[in-house]
């Protein structure tokens, strides 16, 4: 055999052991590696592997308004105490809230893009516009602020609302 002969051959071994080699090595079982069923489970046992922990405050809270009594509105929202479990509906909570005669209400449209100063060449904050409380009504999305640690409590004092403005979304056929 000649060396272009003897170079052919070794690379041609090569080729083949390489290409064996990857064929045996993909059917080996992957550990670690689990299959998109598995991925939801796996993550709602073991949740703390994967997302950051709960806050120890919250002085916020977002959902929609389910009835509106004098200053008080029911407001549901996502369970501010239970971890989301992925692949499963959240549990849901009303919470009550009373709305201070002093509170700040305002309606805040996020696709009226912000302006830009043309000295400065910076961004001022989107506008928000004040409206009154009896502008506000059942199925509006808000977000109610507190000046106190609102995590567990039930019923709070709001000092601010800011009522969400969102797209119509198309009807999902059935």
Do not use: C, W, Y
């Not at 806050?55 to 501010?80: Q, R, T, Y």
């Amino acid at each position: 055999m000649n060396n272009s002969h003897l170079n052919n051959f070794f690379v041609l071994t090569f080729a083949l052991t390489a290409f064996l080699l990857g064929f045996l090595i993909g059917k080996l079982p992957l550990v670690g590696v689990i299959s998109q069923k598995e991925q939801p489970q796996a993550l709602n046992q073991n949740p703390e592997l994967f997302l950051p922990p709960l806050p120890d405050e919250i002085f916020s809270v977002s959902g929609e308004i389910k009835a509106i009594e004098n200053n008080v509105i029911s407001l549901e929202i996502v369970s501010l105490t239970e971890r989301f479990v992925f692949a499963v509906a959240p549990k849901m909570e009303t919470r009550k809230i009373t709305v201070a005669k002093d509170a700040k209400i305002t309606k805040f449209d996020p696709f009226i893009l912000p302006e830009i100063d043309k000295k400065t060449g910076e961004m001022k904050p989107f506008k928000q516009e004040v409206i009154k409380f009896s502008d506000l009504k059942i199925g509006d999305r808000i977000t109610a602020t507190a000046k106190e640690n609102i995590k567990t409590k039930m019923e709070f004092e709001a000092a601010e609302i800011q009522l969400q403005i969102l797209p119509e979304l198309p009807e999902l056929p059935a």
